[in-house]
């Protein structure tokens, strides 16, 4: 143990352990009251030791942090200490605690004087026969001492330290249910430095932390703080939907799901899945709009289009194809027009747009549709994206299907040009499996009835092909078709009644359109 006093924080289970962690603690008590309670069951052995081994392991699965597990008696006598002690050591547990009471426990808070110690002979049986099980050499075994929560005294507490030290216990847990330090700090006194010593100020709290320090003791743990401050959140979250029967009033205070998802390692399992999972033989074919120079990149821009900038060792257009192909999806079509003879890569398949300069991008868009007939994905070419957007639009069967983002607030497009829409619903009430559909789209919507951002990615399927084909000729005829963008095309297919599947997600893409996003890019690749 280290010279200095160290800090556990309780946690409970798997995300309480990964808060703790990544705020910086250096180990975590698996506290055996919080345990129980957030199963919702007495902290009276009601949890049985297995159900406490299954929580623990996710716990170790979900950190690299050391773990000590409030062990209560040990589960039993010396067989089923050294017992735990081997499953313990498979699941990466670093320390077990251990307290002098009878099996099954109850809590020391909870009528501590009425309780009944252990024989002290039969407690060191438990300490011996877990050591004894150990395999690794840096496992501990702490040993809790009730003596004061008994009412025993600092005598019995001092005979018992004594002989559960002979017997091989790693450290001492000296417990108080006084509201002032004076009981541990008796016992530190008199223990000296025999072995190290561990407290647990839940009663003393006032007791200043340099108290504890100056006094030599070695790890101060707090116990029950995590569940009890997320048992105090959800009474109050819970109060304020039942009261307004609306979750309005509590979504900007809790955290957002995107959060969950992060805790959770979702964008590990999606990278996981690049690797592992076999690519999807699809005969998708896709567009890439990348005709414009892009005048916001100043002389970037001189002698090749936006879609050629460079990023680390690619340029945009190449990032691109890249994960389209690593999606399966190798038939790429650019429409090219700014500086076209700068896009030259072979394997690209090149549609010409010489109105560039007149144009926008649905009469690029229009110019591609005449070359396909098959199953489609369209984006913009100066829009990045991860790979697993493409995997969402698979995962949807509908035959007109985009994809939003749902923090759109905080988009870099916030204060320039976007693609807003409007939904039947907005992510906020949305139920898991629920289907949504665009109702309108636009750059001027109204704050009120925004509900995301187009990120430019739309998927059209051979069956509906034709009828967009047929509705993109109809608005060529039209006399502003020339400065029409892709939202345009979103309305007007709104307008008469096509269904338009949305797809929400949160961030993982981005505009490329100035400078500064330019910087943005290379930290998001």
């Known amino acids: 143990m280290s010279s200095n006093l160290e800090f556990l924080l309780e946690s409970h289970n798997g995300i309480s352990a990964k808060i703790a962690e990544e705020v910086g603690f250096k180990g975590l008590w698996a506290s055996g009251l919080a345990i129980s309670?957030?199963?919702?069951?007495?902290?009276?052995?009601e949890a049985s030791w297995t159900q406490v081994l299954e929580n623990i392991e996710f716990m170790s699965d979900a950190i690299n942090i050391p773990i000590m597990l409030d062990g209560d008696t040990g589960y039993g006598n010396f067989n089923n200490v050294r017992r735990l002690v081997k499953k313990l050591e498979q699941r990466d547990i670093a320390a077990v605690c251990i307290e002098d009471k009878l099996y099954p426990k109850t809590n020391s808070f909870i009528d501590g004087d009425k309780q009944e110690l252990a024989d002290i002979d039969e407690f060191c049986s438990r300490i011996k026969a877990g050591k004894d099980a150990q395999i690794d050499d840096d496992f501990s075994i702490i040993t809790r001492i009730e003596a004061f929560i008994a009412g025993w005294g600092l005598s019995e507490a001092l005979r018992r330290a004594?002989?559960?030290?002979?017997?091989?216990?790693?450290?001492?847990?000296?417990?108080?249910?006084?509201?002032?330090?004076?009981?541990?700090?008796?016992?530190?006194?008199?223990?000296?430095?025999?072995?190290?010593?561990?407290?647990?100020?839940?009663?003393?709290?006032?007791?200043?932390?340099?108290?504890?320090?100056?006094?030599?003791?070695?790890?101060?743990?707090?116990?029950?703080?995590?569940i009890r401050s997320s048992i105090k959140a959800m009474q109050e979250s819970a109060k304020q939907i039942y009261e307004s029967s609306s979750i309005l009033t509590v979504e900007g205070e809790i955290a957002p799901v995107k959060e969950v998802f992060r805790l959770q390692g979702v964008s590990e399992l999606k990278e996981a899945?690049?690797?592992?999972?076999?690519?999807?033989?699809?005969?998708?074919?896709?567009?890439?709009?990348?005709?414009?120079?892009?005048?916001?990149?100043?002389?970037?821009?001189?002698?090749?289009?936006?879609?050629?900038?460079?990023?680390?060792?690619?340029?945009?257009?190449?990032?691109?194809?890249?994960?389209?192909?690593?999606?399966?999806?190798?038939?790429?079509?650019?429409?090219?027009?700014?500086?076209?003879?700068?896009?030259?890569?072979?394997?690209?398949?090149?549609?010409?747009?010489?109105?560039?300069?007149?144009?926008?991008?649905?009469?690029?868009?229009?110019?591609?549709?005449?070359?396909?007939?098959?199953?489609?994905?369209?984006?913009?070419?100066?829009?990045?994206?991860?790979?697993?957007?493409?995997?969402?639009?698979?995962?949807?069967?509908?035959?007109?299907?985009?994809?939003?983002d749902t923090q759109w607030k905080d988009s870099v497009n916030r204060d320039r040009a976007a693609d807003y829409v409007n939904c039947s619903q907005p992510h906020s009430r949305a139920n898991y499996g629920d289907s949504i559909f665009l109702e309108s789209a636009g750059e001027n919507l109204g704050e009120d009835s925004i509900h995301g951002e187009w990120m430019g990615i739309i998927k059209i399927s051979s069956a509906i092909f034709p009828t967009v084909r047929k509705e993109v000729e109809s608005l060529s005829k039209l006399e502003n078709f020339d400065s029409m963008k892709m939202h345009h095309l979103l309305e007007h297919l709104c307008r008469l009644k096509q269904p338009i599947r949305v797809v929400y997600t949160t961030g993982n893409w981005l505009d490329v359109d100035t400078l500064e996003d330019v910087i943005r890019a290379n930290n998001f690749l």
């Open 273 to 404: 899945e690049e690797n592992y999972l076999p690519k999807k033989e699809i005969a998708t074919e896709a567009i890439i709009l990348a005709a414009s120079r892009g005048e916001a990149m100043g002389s970037l821009t001189d002698n090749q289009p936006k879609a050629m900038i460079p990023l680390k060792d690619k340029s945009i257009l190449e990032h691109i194809s890249d994960t389209y192909r690593n999606h399966g999806i190798n038939k790429i079509h650019v429409v090219r027009g700014y500086k076209k003879e700068s896009i030259n890569f072979p394997e690209l398949n090149y549609i010409d747009n010489d109105d560039h300069e007149t144009t926008s991008e649905l009469s690029s868009f229009h110019k591609a549709i005449d070359q396909i007939s098959g199953d489609i994905v369209c984006s913009f070419g100066d829009v990045l994206f991860k790979p697993y957007l493409l995997q969402l639009l698979d995962e949807c069967e509908d035959d007109l299907v985009i994809v939003v």
């Open 37 to 45: 309670a957030q199963y919702g069951v007495r902290d009276s052995n």
């Open 162 to 226: 004594e002989a559960y030290h002979r017997a091989g216990s790693d450290a001492i847990l000296i417990h108080s249910a006084k509201s002032d330090p004076s009981e541990i700090l008796a016992f530190k006194k008199e223990w000296g430095n025999t072995s190290p010593v561990i407290v647990v100020p839940t009663k003393y709290y006032t007791t200043p932390t340099q108290v504890l320090d100056e006094a030599g003791f070695s790890i101060a743990i707090w116990a029950n703080h995590m």
